[in-house]
Nanobody
């Protein structure tokens, strides 16, 4: 119902920055929650940041102060600005959508690799 496509991943140096995008299409509900997750090989999926349709945000403790989640409603796009990157940030980053209709969907992910 709602399709998500992530982009913006790549290779960064420790201390550098990347901005991830998640483009949404389809029937987006008025009330929704969008979430960035990440998953590294051999590790469990980790919640990174959340934003709601009202603009409320929350962050995992390990990224708070370094990452910023935002959205551009005119472009139906979700962003994750990542600053002060660390090697431990290396993972596949995925966006997730859920709404008041009970619908949910996942993007396919974009790889972020941080070298030291």
């Amino acid at each position: 119902q709602v399709q998500l496509v992530e982009s913006g991943g790549g290779l960064a140096q420790a201390g550098g920055s990347l901005r991830l995008s998640c483009a949404a299409s389809g029937r987006i509900d008025r009330d929704y929650t969008m979430t960035w997750y990440r998953q590294a090989p051999g590790k469990q999926r980790e919640l990174v940041a959340i934003i709601t349709s009202t603009g409320s945000t929350s962050y995992a403790g390990g990224v708070k102060g370094r990452f910023t989640i935002s959205r551009d409603n005119a472009k139906n796009t979700l962003y994750l600005q990542m600053n002060s990157l660390q090697p431990d940030d290396t993972a596949a980053y995925l966006c997730h959508y859920a709404d008041a209709r009970g619908l949910s969907s996942w993007g396919q992910g974009t790889q972020v690799t941080v070298s030291s």
